[in-house]
């Protein structure tokens, strides 16, 4: 307590100490270090080094009180900035180099501010500054930041405003509080009902697929392992009922049938191709709606088997030979979609399988001892035993799972299967769909997630990055496409599990996850609640969408009727309350009572106060009246008093008693 006191007299003294410009300067230059401070992340070093120099050179500038720098040399500086800029971006034009120019406008016109008028141009700039931030994140705690740096802002624009004595800085922050307190009704009026355009609410066309990770249309050694320390969500789901069992999550995004020896790799002629025959055998059917991020793709994800492609609000979606989901444009901004899927599906059933070669297609020249070992396979007769035996080989020989695999050479499988034995799921599924076409048996390899977490505070379920996961699909006849999953032939717990409650024989990744251990444990309820609250504000705030407005104003006129009209009255009401309460705050100071009953005494005397007139004019005109000395004494005292009372620094404590006796004399 004797620190804070301490603390708060040494604040007092120092504001006490400066003139009112310097101390509304360094008000202005802690409210730019709160609005650029937020850009560092992102911005180039150079550009962080030349604001945070601009800043304290403005600071030290004004405790000393010396001169601002001539134009000749801060033209040369900016000039100097501006090409530093272009050397950095390339351009002049976009998003960073942009925001990266107005955050140096803002730092060296700080340097210049000559003028009541420039001070109010950096505020404005900071004001806009402050949009920009969320181009770059749109998250709770940078929402709650710049609500921080507009209070900031705003007492500083306030603290010009103020002609005479100036309140003290954190009287002026309340206020600055209170007033973006009284616009937040407004702004959300506008923001839940106002008409906007169709896009992103924050960002250019291209910036939300800027820096992003996921599932690439690639698959190599190594290409999911590097995706499993990321625990950025991917999607969203909310189930229509229970969800189903852990190993029937698996959420199908992109279909590989090319293979040049290492990588696989997609064709085109999926999306050329009639879309495949879906037998819907006899089993759970799962309703459920996906909240899709942003990414880098145009890839949709949804539970095998899907039967038909969902319906996005802007964008179409096609689906594929091989029920693979894409938008025709890429996912620039959150998704929702609705989808219906099939869980004990058939796929393709029949006695034969068109273009069978494009799914038996191996490179010639790498992997010849894999290559051996899928022709001996050849010897089992039925396709079934064939696949069988290679999971069998799977869980019998000492092949482990692991997330820092040793790396491998030119030829990959073989490798795998003959020297390291170690992988993560993209090493099981490349060796497994090598040996099935080896064997004469189609296959391919699937990639898309396994599994998700439920979170127990708002019922979604949570699919990251770390559940990113490979399995194969084998043709056997009649049966059509079998999902066949050899990372659950080595370790079948991360099938049954969430991959961030499973070990994956890698330290890094059970130090990353070890708060998933226990869902009990109070970090886990924490995370579980973050997770929730920030799934609300992106579904209220960010991916508030012109579909949602709709939505929301029919649910209104549903439930109220003439809403519109219900809105207008209520929002007279709230003036009429707001109006009230403020008349009621005015009478209920006791000194404006007594001030009230002084001017209807002076009344009923012939002298009154005029409507434009403030208590010091009207002590001026009371002192040249022919009024008793006596009670002329009184009413010039009171009104003195009075006027320090409320406009003075502080005010007595006994202020109410004194006037009432000097009313009383006056009377």
């Known amino acids: 307590m004797t620190a804070a006191l301490s603390l708060r007299e040494r604040m007092t003294r120092l504001t006490l100490q400066l003139s009112r410009d310097k101390s509304d300067t360094l008000l202005l230059i802690g409210a730019a270090l709160l609005v650029l401070a937020p850009h560092a992340d992102h911005l180039p070093l150079w550009v962080t080094l030349v604001c945070a120099t601009t800043l304290g050179w403005r600071a030290l500038i004004t405790f000393r009180g010396t001169r601002l720098p001539p134009s000749w040399l801060l033209l040369p500086l900016a000039t100097i900035s501006m090409g530093g800029i272009y050397l950095t971006y390339k351009t002049l034009l976009g998003r960073d180099a942009g925001v990266a120019m107005a955050v140096l406008l803002v730092a060296f016109k700080m340097l210049e501010m000559k003028a009541r008028r420039d001070l109010f141009v950096v505020i404005f700039l900071a004001f806009f500054l402050l949009l920009t931030n969320f181009f770059y994140s749109q998250s709770i705690g940078t929402g709650i930041m710049m609500v921080a740096a507009i209070i900031v802002l705003l007492t500083a624009q306030l603290s010009f405003q103020y002609t005479g004595i100036v309140p003290p800085l954190g009287k002026r922050l309340r206020l600055g509080a209170t007033i973006l307190a009284v616009a937040t009704p407004i702004a959300l009026a506008l923001f839940f009902l106002f008409p906007r355009v169709q896009g992103p609410l924050w960002g250019m066309p291209g910036d939300a697929m800027a820096g992003r990770t996921g599932l690439s249309n690639k698959m190599a050694p190594g290409s999911i392992s590097d995706l499993v320390e990321s625990t950025e969500i991917v999607f969203r789901v909310r189930f229509d009922g229970a969800p189903p069992a852990q190993e029937q999550l698996y959420w199908r995004g992109i279909v590989f049938d090319e293979f040049d020896g290492r990588t696989w790799s997609p064709s085109d002629q999926a999306w050329r191709r009639r879309e495949a025959r879906l037998v819907r055998a006899p089993g759970r059917q799962v309703r459920y709606q996906v909240t899709l991020e942003p990414q880098n793709e145009r890839w949709l994800f949804a539970l095998d ?236 705030v960010l991916n508030y969408s012109p579909e949602r407005r709709r939505n929301l104003l029919a649910s209104l006129e549903e439930t109220f009727g003439n809403w519109p009209a219900l809105a207008g009255l209520a929002l007279a009401c709230c003036l009429i309350v707001v109006a009230r309460a403020r008349r009621a705050r005015r009478q209920s100071d006791p000194v404006d009572a007594l001030y009230s009953a002084l001017c209807e005494s002076m009344r009923r005397l012939g002298m009154p106060r005029a409507a434009d007139e403030g208590p010091n004019a009207w002590a001026m005109r009371v002192s040249g009246s022919a009024l008793a000395p006596e009670k002329k004494a009184a009413v010039l005292q009171f009104l003195a008093l009075y006027s320090a009372h409320k406009y003075g620094p502080q005010a007595a404590a006994d202020s109410a008693a004194t006037l009432k006796k000097l009313l009383a004399k006056s009377q």
């Open 305 to 540: 088997m899907v039967g038909y492609p969902p319906a996005l609000f802007d964008i179409p979606v096609d689906m594929s030979e091989e029920r693979e989901l894409r938008a025709r444009s890429p996912l620039v901004q959150r998704e929702r979609y609705s989808a219906r899927s099939d869980l004990g599906y058939q796929l393709e059933g029949g006695p034969s399988l068109v273009n069978s070669e494009r799914w038996l297609a191996l490179p010639r020249g790498f992997n010849p001892r894999a290559m051996q070992a899928g022709l001996d396979l050849q010897k089992e007769s039925d396709p079934a035993q064939r696949v069988r035996k290679v999971l069998a080989m799977f869980r019998s020989e000492p092949f482990s799972y692991t997330l820092a695999p040793a790396p491998l050479g030119a030829n990959s499988v073989d490798d795998f299967l003959y020297q390291t034995r170690e992988g993560f799921c993209e090493h099981y599924a490349s060796a497994f769909v090598y040996l099935m076409r080896a064997a004469d048996v189609p296959a391919r390899v699937v990639t898309g997630y396994q599994g998700g977490e439920m979170n127990p505070v708002d019922g979604f379920m949570e699919v990251r990055q770390s559940d990113a996961h490979a399995w194969a699909e084998v043709w056997l006849g009649e049966r059509g496409w079998v999902r066949t999953d050899p990372t659950a032939a080595v370790a079948p717990e991360r099938i049954q599990r969430s991959r961030a409650r499973v070990s994956a024989n890698n330290p890094t990744l059970d130090n990353l996850l070890g708060i998933e251990a226990d869902r009990n444990s109070l970090l886990a309820q924490l995370r579980y609640r973050m997770a929730a609250l920030n799934n609300n504000w992106n579904q209220w």
